[in-house]
Nanobody, 125 residues
Framework: QVQLVASGGGLVQAGGSLRLSCVAS????????MGWFRQAPGKEREFVAA????????YYADSVKGRFTISRDNAKNTVYLQMNSLKPEDTAVYYC??????????????????WGQGTQVTVSS
């Protein structure tokens, strides 16, 4: 049974930083694509970043490129999202997700099979 446990959200002022963590368990993730998505109130869930578990190639939404960094720790089965220079528009619930055995990069939530519970990020102006 795949489990994803996200943590690290909180309240921060604009310009500040947060690091989200997602601990994954229940399968071998070596061929998988790990993603972070976010959903603000009244909006659709949107792609933030993704990383290939094997090789570590990374992909970002244009809105976060240069500010956010996705990384993983194979030994800890954990994916991180370092968020710097946060803006009020980054306020959302952030979710980690897994797309199993993925060759292509998918930037839509429908392409991911497993989801964490979400962690709230609030950026005040």
């Amino acid at each position: 049974q795949v489990q994803l446990v996200a943590s690290g959200g909180g309240l921060v002022q604009a310009g500040g930083s947060l690091r989200l963590s997602c601990v994954a368990s229940g399968r071998t993730f070596s061929s998988d694509l790990m993603g972070w998505f976010r959903q603000a109130p009244g909006k659709e869930r949107e792609f933030v970043a993704a990383i290939r578990w094997s090789g570590g190639s990374t992909y970002y939404a244009d809105s976060v490129k240069g500010r956010f960094t996705i990384s993983r720790d194979n030994a800890k089965n954990t994916v991180y999202l370092q968020m710097n220079s946060l803006k009020p528009e980054d306020t959302a619930v952030y979710y980690c997700a897994v797309r199993p055995d993925s060759i292509v990069v998918v930037r839509t939530p429908h392409g991911y099979d497993y989801w964490g519970q979400g962690t709230q990020v609030t950026v005040s102006s």
